[in-house]
């Protein structure tokens, strides 16, 4: 076995990218700027740094184009399903999109329409259509709007009901 003296040198392993050399005024610098003609290793550092920067904007790009088509389906479901949750809880967004990643309005339409054939009850309830006329207080008959008229005027006869039509 030899030894290590102070006249045959050790083999030293150094990584310029975790120790700087020191200026002469004592502060560490990267390893660019200390020797200029090894930019290899700070190239490389700085297109990995661009590297992770684009993919988080790539992320954020999907995740805000998910939520785009994500409203765009929430449109066309709300139509038919009283609450999109539901329709949420049993579809993946992947399953209505087309090759190209566009949602697709007929995938829409046969998951919504699959959907309310198995679960009836999430089904939008129709609209009630608004009375036209109504009984109000004093037996008055409010008809579309107009004037209140009694139900002594509906039933008289001749010029007691004042030009009104019977309602």
Known sequence: ???T???TPAAVVSDESTTAPETESGTATDASTANPDKGGNSEAAKYRV?????EERLTATEAR???AHRRVVDNTVSAKVSDVTDFWSHTELSDLLDDDGNV???KVTAAVDTLLT????????????ESTSSVGSRDRIYAGGGDATSWAD???TGS?????PAV
């Open 65 to 67: 184009l998910a939520s």
């Open 154 to 156: 509906v039933l008289s």
């Open 160 to 164: 007691s009901n004042r030009g009104r």
């Open 5 to 7: 003296t102070p006249d």
């Open 118 to 129: 198995a679960k009836p009850h999430y089904r939008k309830p129709s609209r009630v259509t």
């Open 104 to 106: 697709d309005g007929d």
């Open 1 to 3: 076995m030899s030894e």
């Open 50 to 54: 661009r590297l992770r920067e684009t």
